[in-house]
């Protein structure tokens, strides 16, 4: 008989640890049920959804590794893996953004019917229709204990007023670019996009400007701007220095890459990004150390996040880590499994 199955051994069981601790979700007030307690349940909402739009970007590296990982000269399989998962990182993103704007929409209809019932006895003044109109049934009109002017639109209508005009971003909706064209005249760059709502994004690369326009599906024009790029090399580091504008000329920003190598290997990757006035806004830091492990430091304010990566290898090799997946195969290999009933002939 075959013995009891065991869970594969996690060699990065201590990175694993720390990269799913779930300490952000701490210091939620607890919510009585009750009129009043609709306002502390609207506030822990928005903690909610603070603390998930704070920790969005920590995200990135589902979408960077994989490329990264199966870039240059690889298989036709390797190269469709990474788009894939790619896909399926823009959708998982797509379902974040969403989820963000879902936990401000509950939070808002908890306001909501607070708001309804201000200056009332409470419960014995709720309604059914009051309720409905917090979540979106605006059919019957705003419950009496709104204030006069109180906005209806649901996040739905605006949501399919923006699509209809391609503008379905506004909304939080991840756009979908598609390379229309891309011409050449004298030394400058055109290259134009369009979304899946029609819009048009233009960029024009000339010397060390890039200038972006986008457009509506009416042509008119939504945004313009532009950045500017150096690149210069200080002992073994290449320091890339970017600066943005709006439309307008006015500065919004600025970031600094710096690449550090030793031996012809890159050992250190570090990105700051600053304010117009100069303030730094966070960094992030990717050092790969010599056994080719990697630690990931990224800082926003006071808020400082390590990721750390196990060894990367060029395939399976003498002398590297445990593999849970191979572990798994070898598992499955060695044990005599009974034969499923149904397949016996």
């Not at 979408?63 to 823009?90: D, K, N, T």
């Not at 014995?124 to 109109?133: G, K």
């Not at 991840?174 to 290259?191: H, L, Y």
């Amino acid at each position: 008989m075959a013995p009891p199955n065991k869970p594969p051994t996690n060699p990065y069981q201590e990175q694993t640890g720390h990269n799913t601790d779930t300490a952000w979700l701490d210091g939620h007030k607890p919510v009585d049920v009750d009129i009043d307690g609709m306002v502390d349940f609207a506030k822990n909402m928005v903690t909610v959804k603070g603390n998930l739009d704070g920790s969005t970007s920590y995200l990135d590296l589902l979408g960077s590794l994989p490329s990264q990982a199966w870039e240059g000269g690889v298989l036709g399989e390797a190269a469709y893996i990474a788009q894939s998962m790619g896909f399926h990182y823009a959708e998982f993103m797509q379902y974040v953004m969403f989820l963000s704007q879902g936990l401000n929409n509950i939070g808002m209809a908890a306001q909501t019917i607070a708001d309804a019932f201000q200056g009332t006895d409470g419960w014995s003044a709720a309604t059914l229709d009051t309720v409905e109109f917090a979540y979106g049934d605006t059919g019957r009109g705003a419950p009496p204990g709104l204030p006069t002017g109180f906005p209806t639109k649901t996040w739905q209508q605006a949501f399919d007023e923006n699509a209809a005009k391609g503008n379905g971003a506004m909304s939080g909706q991840i756009d979908q670019w598609t390379v229309q064209s891309t011409v050449s005249a004298g030394p400058a760059t055109i290259t134009t996009y369009v979304n899946q709502d029609g819009l048009t994004r233009t960029i024009t690369a000339y010397g060390g400007t890039t200038t972006t326009t986008l457009k509506a599906a009416d042509g008119n024009v939504i945004s313009s701007s532009s950045q500017t790029s150096s690149t210069e090399l200080v002992g073994n580091t290449v320091v890339t220095t970017t600066a943005f504008y709006d439309g307008k000329g006015n500065k919004t920003g600025s970031r600094t890459e710096e690449t550090t190598s030793s031996g012809g290997q890159v050992t250190e990757h570090r990105t700051e990004t600053r304010a117009p006035d100069g303030t730094v806004t966070g960094t992030k830091t990717t050092t790969t150390n010599s056994d080719r492990t990697q630690t990931i430091t990224t800082t926003r304010g006071n808020d400082t996040r390590v990721v750390e990566i196990g060894e990367q290898t060029e395939g399976e090799t003498s002398g590297s880590v445990d593999s849970p997946a191979r572990d798994a195969m070898d598992d499955i290999k060695t044990h005599d499994y009974p034969t499923a009933p149904w397949a016996l002939g």
